[in-house]
């Protein structure tokens, strides 16, 4: 499975069980990036998602259902459990600091490689990181 995430300069990922921030402009990324494919993720992801929802795949047990090449974006849960599985990693950076209490479980060194980055403006952040790892 490919992992998509969005963490802030701490790598944290939401707080008091929220998301730290949304853009529109990333969800567009995101839904090109995983083309006909399409996104699996739980419905709490999928209630911000109001375009193109027949490439949304909602389950609460996303990770466990999705497959080898699948795209999985998450927010608030642990992905280290399933690390054996884990293809790929495409990991956006807000490059902001938010409050957090829960944060990117995967330490991004070996055996993952940093194959690509780039930056893109955003619709409320001016500059989002996009980050691909590889094993």
């Known amino acids: 499975m490919i992992i998509m995430t969005v963490v802030d300069d701490h790598g944290g990922l939401c707080f008091n069980q929220r998301r730290q921030s949304q853009d ?6 995101m839904l090109e990036i995983a083309g006909a494919r399409g996104i699996w ?17 909602t389950a609460d047990d ?7 090449g699948d795209f999985c974006f998450v927010e608030d849960k642990a992905v280290l459990p399933y690390a ?3 293809e790929q990693i495409i990991l956006f950076r807000w490059n ?7 944060y990117f479980d995967i330490t991004l060194d070996s055996p993952w490689k940093l194959q690509e980055s780039h930056d893109f403006s955003g619709f409320s952040h001016d500059t ?7 094993k």
Request: glycine fraction near 2%; charged fraction near 35%; hydrophobic fraction near 35%.
């Open 128 to 134: 989002i990181t996009e980050e691909v790892y590889v």
């Open 62 to 68: 996303f990770l466990e259902q999705a497959g080898c």
């Open 84 to 86: 054996d599985r884990i």
């Open 41 to 57: 993720m739980d419905s709490y992801s999928a209630s911000m998602f109001t375009e193109e929802t027949d490439r949304i795949h």
């Open 96 to 102: 902001r600091a938010y409050p957090a209490d829960m």
């Open 24 to 29: 529109r402009k990333l969800r567009q990324r």
